[in-house]
């Protein structure tokens, strides 16, 4: 049960678009559409913002979006804002029935 | 309003045990999946255990199993994380999580329990 892959750190500057990407393998994120992506604020608790893959709850602003390809998912930001600068994990269901999260991801506001 | 608000954590020396406790409401609590998911401090999410609403089907992450137990009751709104041979490794924030109904992600989440295991 190894962590998903992901990059440490992303920055970017206000209104530019970033994308994180999140890799697993066969067994989670190439057999399942369930991949999941959350955002934790310093001291908070996560908070979901998409799921199964590419669906954003309703209260989650458009700017999130999410793809994936084979092993991998990507999650993308676009016209960044500094209400934005938080860390993001990815999860994915696995062919264990259990779940695994990603490794994170800082992304910084510049 | 969900509310998922966790209790039971605290400080306990390596080989001690402790129990969470999660006590829901705000939904139809025998009707979802729960889940816990820790935070070692400075680090990333882990998930840890399942217990589905009939509190018969469990799951575990394999760093864990065998050392803590799940369980549910649906007449108290609760769920128990029995933590038992705990290591300084299992250190963290524990959170009670609530999976989104016949679905494969995570929906609501509660504040936290500190769980440090030190000597």
């Given amino acids: 049960q190894s962590a998903l892959t992901q990059p440490a750190s992303v920055s970017g500057s206000p209104g530019q678009s970033i994308t994180i990407s999140c890799t697993g393998t066969s067994s989670d994120i190439g ?3 369930y991949v999941s992506w959350y955002q934790q604020h310093p001291g908070k608790a996560p908070k979901l913002i998409l799921y199964d893959v590419s669906n954003r709850p309703s209260e989650v602003s458009n700017r999130f979006s999410s793809s994936k390809s084979g092993n991998t998912a990507s999650l993308t930001i676009s016209g960044l804002q500094a209400e934005d600068e938080a860390d993001y994990y990815c999860n994915s269901y696995t062919s264990s029935s259990t779940y695994v999260f990603g490794t994170g991801t800082k992304v910084t506001v510049l | 309003e969900v509310q998922l608000v ?4 605290g400080l306990v020396q390596p080989g001690g045990s402790l129990r969470l406790s999660c006590a829901a409401s705000g939904f139809t609590f025998s009707t979802y999946w729960i889940h816990w998911v820790r935070q070692a401090p400075g680090k990333g999410l882990m998930w840890v255990s ?3 609403f009939d509190g018969i089907t469990t799951n575990y992450a394999d ?10 009751d649906n007449a108290k709104n609760t769920v128990h994380l ?3 041979s705990l290591r300084a490794e299992d250190t963290g924030v524990y959170y ?8 494969y992600f995570f929906d609501y989440w509660g504040q936290g329990s ?5 000597s």
Avoid: D, H, P
């Fill in chain 1, 31 to 33: 057999s399942y559409n």
């Fill in chain 2, 6 to 9: 966790e209790s039971g954590g």
């Fill in chain 2, 50 to 52: 399942r217990i589905k």
């Fill in chain 2, 63 to 72: 760093s864990v199993k065998g050392r803590f137990t799940i369980s549910r």
């Fill in chain 2, 82 to 84: 029995q933590m038992n």
């Fill in chain 2, 96 to 103: 009670c999580v609530r999976g989104a109904k016949w679905a």
């Fill in chain 2, 114 to 118: 500190l769980v440090t295991v030190s």
